[in-house]
């Protein structure tokens, strides 16, 4: 059933989808975050990483080139770590770029910095 799902066993998932493929979406993420790029370029990345992992897994692992459900779950799976990855980067950004206005409020978010009580 997974595997029909995946397109390929549940390690070389875990292991050329999420740990390789995944570094490459959250070093995508990074880079549109810190170059102020809007998220969808992010999406868009990770679209063509998804694209890119197929290929991976049918030419090293012998998996289903074409199978729609399973890139779905690859893109969506990059998609996700890209955009964790912006959001990180964005945050950061935020904060060091304009300390006098900004500080961090936990590592997804920050808010405007309030002015010291006379």
């Known amino acids: 059933m997974m ?3 995946l397109g390929n066993s549940l390690g070389v998932y875990f292991g050329l989808t999420v740990c390789l493929m995944g570094f490459a ?3 995508t993420g990074q880079a549109m975050a810190l ?4 998220a969808w370029h992010a999406l868009v990345y990770a ?3 998804g694209l890119a992992d197929r290929f ?3 030419a090293l692992f012998d998996g289903t080139l074409l199978s729609l459900s399973a890139y ?3 893109a969506a ?3 996700g770590i890209a955009l964790v990855a912006w959001r990180l980067g964005r945050a950061r950004k935020m904060v060091s770029q304009y300390p006098w206005l900004y500080e961090r409020a936990g590592p997804f978010a920050w808010r405007e910095r309030t ?3 006379p």
């Open 25 to 27: 979406a959250f070093m």
């Open 56 to 58: 991976l897994a049918y």
């Open 115 to 117: 002015p010291p009580a």
């Open 77 to 79: 799976t990059l998609a």
């Open 35 to 38: 170059t102020w790029k809007p």
């Open 47 to 49: 679209a063509l990483l």
């Open 72 to 74: 779905l779950a690859d």
């Open 3 to 5: 595997q029909e799902l």
